[in-house]
C-alpha cells in the first residue's frame, strides 16, 4: 500500500502554502481564496477559487459583488500531517471598493491526498433584495487542462457513471445542467476535479415576458451548473440562487459544501505493477462452497500468478461470518506459501437478505430508488452514516480474524446518487454520495496500510480522486471493452497513472483474447486477470505475458503507459509504453501496432525513451532476436529496425551488453534469478527456483550452447543472437559453450596499378556470373567443407541483402564449361571499401592455382570501376588461401590485439 506524504505548511506574509507529495495550494491571506494548485509542476487554477458572487440586479453582468475584491481575516485552525484546517472571514465588494451586507465564511480541510473539502457559508448584514449567488466563474489554467469531462446531468436521469469528455483546443463548449455532481478538468499527467455532493442548495427561477429569449439574462434558466470552453479557455460555475428574486433579512444564511480534489494525490506504488490476478470468487454466498485444493493453488502458481481474489464465502454486508472460517485460513496459508497474497472480494454496497443487518437496516440504510441485485441483496447507500459504521465493523473484524494481504472492494459507480431521505438524502435529484464512500475507502485505506497490503477497486471509469487516491489499482473491463471506447475516453479514463493507480484488466468483455488485445491493453498497461481466459490459448497467451513481466521484475519498476510518453518517431500508429529498472539499467518496452498495416520501427525511436544504446543490447522477445552492441554501435548505413505486425506487439527487453553470453529471462512467475558466466569455463551457471514448477521456459543471449548439464537432454530453438530452451528447475543448471573463435585477420590490398600478369591452365576459363549460376556456387561454396552450409536460397540472400555480393563483380573459373572456382565483390552499408570474399575451389581441382586467377579477375574489375583499396578476411588455418593472397600482393593488416603474433607465427610458418 502507497504511503501518502505528510502535509508541509509554510507560511509567509500574504499566504499559507501547503504541499503534499504530488501536489501544492496556496490560501491567499488578502482574499482568504485559493490563489494556487499545482500538480507534478501544473498549474490548475487561471482566477481565485471559490469566487463567490452576488447581485440584486436583475442582469448582473455588470453589477457583481466578488469574494475577490474584499478582504479577508485568515486563521490557522489545526495542523496534523494528514489534514491542515484553515478558515477565512471576509465580504462581497466591487473593484471600487463598494459593499454588499454579505459576509462569507470559508473553511478549507486539506487532506494529504490532495483533496480539500471547502465549506462555504454565506449570511446577511442587513436586509437586501437577493437575486443571484454563485460560487464563482472559475476559469482553469488553459495551459495545463489539454481536456475535460463531467457527470451526466441528474435531472435527465437517476444514474451515475454517465461522463461525457471533451478535448480542449478542439472547439467551444457551452453546456449545463439542473445537478452536475462532478467535473474533472485535466492532462496526460493529473487532473484537478470539483465534486457537488447537494442538489437541495440551489434554487433558480424563470421570468415570463421578459426580453431575454430563455427568461434568464445568463442563458439557459435553470442550469445550477455551467461548464465552458471559451476561446481554449476552460471554467466552471456553481449556482446557489440563480435569477430568484430572494428577499433576505439580517441573520438570513445559506451554507453548502464541495470538494476539490487534485491528482494524482501520490504517485503509485511500483508493487502494484506487478499484479497477476487469479479471479476465484465467489462473489455472493454459495451454500457448501469450499476453497480450491493445493493441486489448484500450485497450478495458479505456476501459469504465473501472484495474487488471488475471493476464497471467502460469505454474504455481502456481513463479512465477519465467513463459511468454514478454518479452511478459508488453510487457503490463504497455501496460497502464501506458493508465494500468492489473497485479497476477499468485498462490496461497498451490497447487503445481502439473509443477514440480520438487512432485517434491521436495509429500509433506513439503502440507496432509493432501490436498486436490487440478483433477487440476492439491496444496495445500501454510501451517504448513510450507519450503513458506513456497519461496514467498516465488519470489514474490520475480518481483516483481524485472517491474514488477508489487501482489499479487492466492488461498488456500483452508477448508483452514486440516492434520495432517501431516512439518512439524509434530500432534494430534487437527490445527494451525491461520494463523500461517504470516501470514508469507507479511507477507512480501508488505512486497515490496510497496517499490513503494507493492496487495495483494488472496481472503480471502472470512475475518475474521481476523492476515491482514487486510497487506491493501489483500478479494476476495467466489466462494464464495456475497452476497445470499444473512443481515443479521448480512453485517454481521460484509462491512464490510471493519473489517480495515481495501477491498472489491472477483466477481459471478459473482449472480443478476442490475442495479440491484438494485449497491444491494445498493454499501451494504457491494464494487465489482464490470468483466469480471463475462454480456452486454454487464450490463457497461455495471458500466463506467458504476464511471466515475461515478472522475470522483468515490474514490480521494482517506473512505469510509463502510451499516455505518458510522446509518439515514436517514424513509426506512425505505434504506441510504445514502457518498464525502466533503473536499479540495473534495464528497460522493458513494448511497441502496440493496433493498425491494420505492419510498421518497421528504426531502433532509434527507442533512444528518447530509454537513453543511449551503446554498450546495450536488444532483445525482441517475439521475434527471438538479439541485437547486441556492436550492431547497434555501427556508424554509418542503415540501423537495425523491428516490424511490428499489424494487430500486434513486440516486446524489447533493453539491458547492457556484457560482451558474453547471458540470461535475458526465465518465465516462472517471478524475476529471473542471477546468472554467472565464467571466462575460464566458457560456461553460464544459473538456478531457477519455483515450488511448482519442473521444467521454465528460459532465453540465452549468445550462440548456441554446446550442452546443459543434467539427466535430461535440453533441446534447443535457435533464434537470432539468442536460443531458447526449457530447463530444469530447482537444480543448477550449467549452459557450457565452445571458446569463442578468434577475430578473423585481414589484408589489405592497394597495389591495383601492378595487377600481375598470368595465364591459366590449360582447359580452364575465367567468366563473369550469370543468372543460373547459383546452384553450381552453392555447390562449390560446399565443397570446400568450411564455408559453411549453402543453398540457391542463400546464395539469393547473398545476392539481395544489405551488405550482398556484386552480380557483375562476381566470377567463376570454369573447367569444361563446369563452374569450380569462385571469387566474388562484396559490398555493404557502412563502408565505403569493397571486400574479396567467398572464394572457394572445388577440392578435384585445387592445386592448379585456381584461386589466384579468381581472385585475380574480382581484383580486375574492381580497379576497371576505379577503387583503389579493398580488403580481405581470411583465418589462420588457411594457410595456402594466404599464400595466394600474399601472392596477389595483399598485405596483413593488424585490426586486433591479437593480429601481431597470430602473423608472426603465420608468417614464419609459410616462409
Given at each position: 500500500?502507497?504511503?501518502?506524504?505528510?502535509?508541509?505548511?509554510?507560511?509567509?506574509?500574504?499566504?499559507?502554502?501547503?504541499?503534499?507529495?504530488?501536489?501544492e495550494?496556496?490560501?491567499?491571506?488578502?482574499?482568504?481564496?485559493?490563489?494556487?494548485?499545482?500538480?507534478?509542476?501544473?498549474?490548475?487554477?487561471?482566477?481565485?477559487?471559490p469566487?463567490?458572487?452576488?447581485?440584486?440586479?436583475?442582469?448582473?453582468?455588470?453589477?457583481?459583488?466578488?469574494?475577490?475584491?474584499?478582504?479577508?481575516?485568515?486563521?490557522?485552525?489545526?495542523?496534523?500531517?494528514?489534514?491542515?484546517?484553515?478558515?477565512?472571514?471576509?465580504?462581497f465588494?466591487?473593484?471600487?471598493?463598494?459593499?454588499?451586507?454579505l459576509?462569507?465564511?470559508?473553511?478549507?480541510?486539506?487532506?494529504?491526498?490532495?483533496?480539500?473539502?471547502?465549506?462555504?457559508?454565506?449570511?446577511?448584514?442587513?436586509?437586501?433584495?437577493?437575486?443571484?449567488?454563485?460560487?464563482?466563474?472559475?476559469?482553469?489554467?488553459?495551459?495545463?487542462?489539454?481536456?475535460?469531462?463531467?457527470?451526466?446531468?441528474?435531472?435527465?436521469?437517476?444514474?451515475?457513471?454517465?461522463?461525457?469528455?471533451?478535448?480542449?483546443?478542439?472547439?467551444?463548449l457551452?453546456?449545463?445542467?439542473?445537478?452536475?455532481?462532478?467535473?474533472?478538468?485535466?492532462?496526460?499527467?493529473?487532473?484537478?476535479?470539483?465534486?457537488?455532493p447537494?442538489?437541495?442548495?440551489?434554487?433558480?427561477?424563470?421570468t415570463?415576458?421578459?426580453?431575454?429569449?430563455?427568461?434568464?439574462?445568463?442563458?439557459?434558466?435553470?442550469?445550477?451548473?455551467?461548464?465552458?470552453?471559451?476561446?481554449?479557455?476552460?471554467?466552471?460555475?456553481?449556482?446557489?440562487?440563480?435569477?430568484?428574486?430572494?428577499?433576505?433579512?439580517?441573520?438570513?444564511?445559506?451554507?453548502?459544501?464541495f470538494?476539490?480534489?487534485?491528482?494524482?494525490?501520490?504517485?503509485?506504488?511500483?508493487?502494484?505493477?506487478?499484479?497477476?490476478?487469479?479471479?476465484?470468487?465467489?462473489?455472493?454466498?454459495?451454500?457448501?462452497?469450499?476453497?480450491?485444493?493445493?493441486?489448484?493453488?500450485?497450478?495458479?502458481?505456476?501459469?504465473?500468478?501472484?495474487?488471488?481474489?475471493?476464497?471467502?464465502?460469505?454474504?455481502?454486508?456481513?463479512?465477519?461470518?465467513?463459511?468454514?472460517?478454518?479452511?478459508?485460513?488453510?487457503?490463504?496459508?497455501?496460497?502464501?506459501?506458493?508465494?500468492?497474497?489473497?485479497?476477499?472480494?468485498?462490496?461497498?454496497?451490497?447487503?445481502?437478505?439473509?443477514?440480520?443487518?438487512?432485517?434491521?437496516?436495509?429500509?433506513?440504510?439503502?440507496?432509493?430508488?432501490?436498486?436490487?441485485?440478483?433477487?440476492?441483496?439491496?444496495?445500501?447507500?454510501?451517504?448513510?452514516?450507519?450503513?458506513?459504521?456497519?461496514?467498516?465493523?465488519?470489514?474490520?473484524?475480518?481483516?483481524?480474524?485472517?491474514?488477508?494481504?489487501?482489499?479487492?472492494?466492488?461498488?456500483?459507480?452508477?448508483?452514486?446518487?440516492?434520495?432517501?431521505?431516512?439518512?439524509?438524502?434530500?432534494?430534487?435529484?437527490?445527494?451525491?454520495?461520494?463523500?461517504?464512500?470516501?470514508?469507507?475507502?479511507?477507512?480501508?485505506?488505512?486497515?490496510?496500510?497496517?499490513?503494507?497490503?493492496?487495495?483494488?477497486?472496481?472503480?471502472?471509469?470512475?475518475?474521481?480522486?476523492?476515491?482514487?487516491?486510497?487506491?493501489?489499482?483500478?479494476?476495467?473491463?466489466?462494464?464495456?471493452?475497452?476497445?470499444?471506447?473512443?481515443p479521448?475516453?480512453?485517454?481521460?479514463?484509462?491512464?490510471?497513472?493519473?489517480?495515481?493507480?495501477?491498472?489491472?484488466?477483466?477481459?471478459?468483455?473482449?472480443?478476442?483474447?490475442?495479440?491484438?488485445?494485449?497491444?491494445?491493453?498493454?499501451?494504457?498497461?491494464?494487465?489482464?486477470?490470468?483466469?480471463?481466459?475462454?480456452?486454454?490459448?487464450?490463457?497461455?497467451?495471458?500466463?506467458?505475458?504476464?511471466?515475461?513481466?515478472?522475470?522483468?521484475?515490474?514490480?521494482?519498476?517506473?512505469?510509463?503507459?502510451?499516455?505518458?510518453l510522446?509518439?515514436?518517431?517514424?513509426?506512425?500508429?505505434?504506441?510504445?509504453?514502457?518498464?525502466?529498472?533503473?536499479?540495473?539499467?534495464?528497460?522493458?518496452?513494448?511497441?502496440?501496432?493496433?493498425?491494420?498495416?505492419?510498421?518497421?520501427?528504426?531502433?532509434?525511436?527507442?533512444?528518447?525513451?530509454?537513453?543511449?544504446?551503446?554498450?546495450r543490447?536488444?532483445?525482441?522477445?517475439?521475434?527471438?532476436?538479439?541485437?547486441?552492441?556492436?550492431?547497434?554501435?555501427?556508424?554509418?548505413?542503415?540501423?537495425?529496425?523491428?516490424?511490428?505486425?499489424?494487430?500486434?506487439?513486440?516486446?524489447?527487453?533493453?539491458?547492457?551488453?556484457?560482451?558474453?553470453?547471458?540470461?535475458?529471462?526465465?518465465?516462472?512467475?517471478?524475476?529471473?534469478?542471477?546468472?554467472?558466466?565464467?571466462?575460464?569455463?566458457?560456461?553460464?551457471?544459473?538456478?531457477?527456483?519455483?515450488?511448482?514448477?519442473?521444467?521454465?521456459?528460459?532465453?540465452?543471449?549468445?550462440?548456441?550452447?554446446?550442452?546443459?548439464?543434467?539427466d535430461?537432454?535440453?533441446?534447443?530453438?535457435?533464434?537470432?543472437?539468442?536460443?531458447?530452451?526449457?530447463?530444469?528447475?530447482?537444480?543448477?543448471?550449467?549452459?557450457?559453450?565452445?571458446?569463442?573463435?578468434?577475430?578473423?585477420?585481414?589484408?589489405?590490398?592497394?597495389?591495383f596499378?601492378?595487377?600481375?600478369?598470368a595465364?591459366?591452365?590449360?582447359?580452364?576459363?575465367?567468366?563473369?556470373?550469370?543468372p543460373?549460376?547459383?546452384?553450381?556456387?552453392?555447390?562449390?561454396?560446399?565443397?570446400?567443407?568450411?564455408?559453411?552450409?549453402?543453398?540457391?536460397?542463400?546464395?539469393?540472400?547473398?545476392?539481395?541483402?544489405?551488405?550482398h555480393?556484386?552480380?557483375?563483380?562476381?566470377?567463376?573459373?570454369?573447367?569444361?564449361?563446369?563452374?569450380?572456382?569462385?571469387?566474388?565483390?562484396?559490398?555493404?552499408?557502412?563502408?565505403?571499401?569493397?571486400?574479396?570474399?567467398?572464394?572457394?575451389?572445388?577440392?578435384?581441382?585445387?592445386?592448379?592455382r585456381?584461386?589466384?586467377?579468381?581472385?585475380?579477375?574480382?581484383?580486375?574489375?574492381?580497379?576497371?570501376?576505379?577503387?583503389?583499396e579493398?580488403?580481405?578476411?581470411?583465418?589462420?588455418?588457411?594457410?595456402?588461401?594466404?599464400?595466394?593472397?600474399?601472392?596477389?600482393?595483399?598485405?596483413?593488416?593488424?585490426?586486433?590485439?591479437?593480429?601481431?603474433?597470430?602473423?608472426?607465427?603465420?608468417?614464419?610458418?609459410?616462409?
Amino acid at each position: 500500500m502507497r504511503e501518502l506524504a505528510p502535509i508541509a505548511l509554510h507560511e509567509t506574509e500574504t499566504a499559507f502554502h501547503l504541499s503534499g507529495g504530488t501536489w501544492e495550494c496556496s490560501l491567499s491571506k488578502v482574499t482568504g481564496l485559493l490563489e494556487r494548485a499545482a500538480t507534478r509542476g501544473d498549474h490548475w487554477l487561471a482566477t481565485p477559487l471559490p469566487d463567490l458572487w452576488a447581485s440584486e440586479a436583475v442582469d448582473p453582468r455588470a453589477d457583481r459583488f466578488q469574494a475577490r475584491h474584499a478582504t479577508a481575516q485568515v486563521r490557522l485552525v489545526s495542523v496534523e500531517a494528514s489534514r491542515v484546517i484553515l478558515e477565512s472571514v471576509g465580504g462581497f465588494a466591487k473593484v471600487d471598493g463598494s459593499a454588499i451586507p454579505l459576509a462569507r465564511r470559508l473553511r478549507f480541510t486539506f487532506d494529504a491526498d490532495g483533496t480539500v473539502q471547502v465549506d462555504v457559508s454565506v449570511e446577511a448584514r442587513g436586509a437586501l433584495l437577493l437575486r443571484w449567488l454563485s460560487l464563482g466563474q472559475n476559469e482553469v489554467d488553459p495551459a495545463s487542462c489539454r481536456f475535460l469531462a463531467h457527470e451526466g446531468d441528474a435531472a435527465e436521469g437517476f444514474a451515475t457513471a454517465r461522463p461525457a469528455c471533451h478535448a480542449v483546443g478542439e472547439g467551444d463548449l457551452d453546456l449545463g445542467g439542473r445537478f452536475i455532481p462532478w467535473i474533472h478538468f485535466g492532462n496526460d499527467r493529473g487532473g484537478f476535479e470539483v465534486v457537488f455532493p447537494h442538489s437541495d442548495r440551489v434554487s433558480w427561477g424563470w421570468t415570463d415576458t421578459s426580453p431575454y429569449p430563455t427568461g434568464d439574462p445568463l442563458g439557459r434558466a435553470g442550469e445550477g451548473m455551467v461548464i465552458r470552453v471559451a476561446s481554449g479557455r476552460p471554467s466552471w460555475e456553481a449556482f446557489a440562487i440563480r435569477n430568484l428574486r430572494t428577499p433576505v433579512d439580517e441573520g438570513w444564511k445559506w451554507s453548502d459544501t464541495f470538494y476539490l480534489s487534485l491528482l494524482p494525490g501520490a504517485m503509485s506504488d511500483p508493487r502494484a505493477n506487478d499484479l497477476r490476478v487469479w479471479w476465484l470468487g465467489p462473489h455472493q454466498y454459495r451454500s457448501g462452497w469450499h476453497p480450491p485444493d493445493e493441486k489448484s493453488i500450485a497450478a495458479w502458481a505456476a501459469a504465473g500468478a501472484n495474487l488471488v481474489i475471493g476464497g471467502a464465502n460469505w454474504r455481502s454486508g456481513d463479512y465477519s461470518h465467513p463459511e468454514r472460517p478454518a479452511d478459508l485460513d488453510r487457503f490463504i496459508e497455501l496460497c502464501h506459501r506458493y508465494g500468492m497474497r489473497v485479497l476477499p472480494y468485498v462490496t461497498f454496497t451490497d447487503l445481502e437478505f439473509g443477514t440480520p443487518a438487512f432485517a434491521a437496516h436495509a429500509e433506513e440504510w439503502r440507496i432509493e430508488p432501490v436498486a436490487e441485485f440478483n433477487y440476492r441483496s439491496h444496495l445500501m447507500c454510501y451517504g448513510a452514516e450507519g450503513w458506513q459504521e456497519h461496514w467498516e465493523r465488519e470489514v474490520s473484524a475480518a481483516w483481524e480474524r485472517h491474514a488477508f494481504d489487501g482489499l479487492y472492494i466492488d461498488f456500483w459507480a452508477g448508483r452514486l446518487l440516492c434520495r432517501n431521505e431516512r439518512h439524509g438524502c434530500a432534494g430534487p435529484y437527490g445527494r451525491c454520495t461520494a463523500p461517504g464512500l470516501r470514508r469507507m475507502a479511507r477507512h480501508a485505506a488505512d486497515l490496510v496500510r497496517k499490513r503494507q497490503g493492496l487495495i483494488i477497486v472496481n472503480t471502472n471509469i470512475l475518475p474521481l480522486g476523492m476515491l482514487n487516491s486510497s487506491f493501489d489499482a483500478r479494476l476495467l473491463g466489466e462494464w464495456r471493452d475497452p476497445e470499444e471506447a473512443d481515443p479521448l475516453s480512453q485517454r481521460v479514463f484509462y491512464n490510471a497513472h493519473r489517480f495515481g493507480c495501477a491498472n489491472l484488466l477483466l477481459t471478459g468483455k473482449l472480443q478476442s483474447i490475442d495479440e491484438r488485445a494485449l497491444a491494445l491493453t498493454e499501451a494504457y498497461q491494464g494487465t489482464p486477470v490470468l483466469s480471463g481466459g475462454r480456452t486454454p490459448d487464450e490463457r497461455d497467451l495471458l500466463s506467458r505475458r504476464a511471466r515475461l513481466l515478472a522475470s522483468f521484475g515490474v514490480g521494482a519498476a517506473h512505469a510509463e503507459n502510451a499516455f505518458e510518453l510522446p509518439p515514436l518517431p517514424g513509426a506512425p500508429g505505434v504506441r510504445a509504453s514502457i518498464y525502466r529498472r533503473h536499479d540495473r539499467d534495464e528497460c522493458l518496452v513494448t511497441l502496440s501496432n493496433p493498425g491494420a498495416e505492419d510498421v518497421r520501427v528504426p531502433l532509434t525511436a527507442l533512444v528518447p525513451l530509454c537513453g543511449p544504446l551503446a554498450g546495450r543490447m536488444v532483445v525482441c522477445v517475439e521475434a527471438t532476436r538479439v541485437f547486441t552492441a556492436s550492431e547497434l554501435s555501427t556508424g554509418e548505413g542503415p540501423y537495425p529496425s523491428v516490424d511490428v505486425p499489424a494487430g500486434s506487439l513486440r516486446t524489447l527487453w533493453i539491458r547492457p551488453d556484457p560482451g558474453a553470453p547471458c540470461l535475458i529471462y526465465a518465465l516462472t512467475g517471478r524475476e529471473r534469478p542471477s546468472a554467472e558466466w565464467s571466462q575460464e569455463d566458457h560456461a553460464l551457471s544459473f538456478m531457477i527456483e519455483h515450488p511448482s514448477l519442473s521444467t521454465a521456459e528460459v532465453l540465452l543471449a549468445g550462440p548456441e550452447p554446446i550442452g546443459i548439464a543434467g539427466d535430461a537432454a535440453v533441446e534447443f530453438q535457435v533464434g537470432i543472437g539468442c536460443v531458447r530452451a526449457e530447463v530444469p528447475c530447482n537444480v543448477p543448471v550449467v549452459a557450457s559453450y565452445p571458446p569463442p573463435r578468434l577475430a578473423q585477420l585481414k589484408m589489405r590490398f592497394t597495389r591495383f596499378d601492378r595487377l600481375p600478369e598470368a595465364r591459366l591452365p590449360e582447359g580452364y576459363e575465367v567468366r563473369a556470373y550469370r543468372p543460373g549460376d547459383e546452384a553450381a556456387w552453392a555447390a562449390i561454396l560446399n565443397a570446400t567443407e568450411s564455408l559453411g552450409k549453402w543453398d540457391v536460397a542463400r546464395v539469393v540472400r547473398l545476392l539481395q541483402g544489405q551488405r550482398h555480393a556484386v552480380p557483375e563483380g562476381t566470377f567463376f573459373v570454369t573447367w569444361k564449361g563446369l563452374p569450380v572456382a569462385t571469387a566474388t565483390t562484396v559490398i555493404g552499408p557502412g563502408n565505403l571499401l569493397p571486400e574479396v570474399g567467398w572464394v572457394g575451389v572445388v577440392p578435384a581441382h585445387q592445386g592448379h592455382r585456381l584461386a589466384f586467377h579468381v581472385c585475380l579477375a574480382v581484383l580486375r574489375y574492381m580497379r576497371d570501376r576505379g577503387f583503389q583499396e579493398t580488403y580481405l578476411l581470411t583465418d589462420d588455418f588457411r594457410l595456402p588461401a594466404i599464400k595466394t593472397y600474399l601472392r596477389l600482393g595483399f598485405e596483413p593488416e593488424i585490426a586486433d590485439p591479437s593480429h601481431p603474433a597470430r602473423w608472426q607465427r603465420i608468417l614464419s610458418e609459410i616462409g
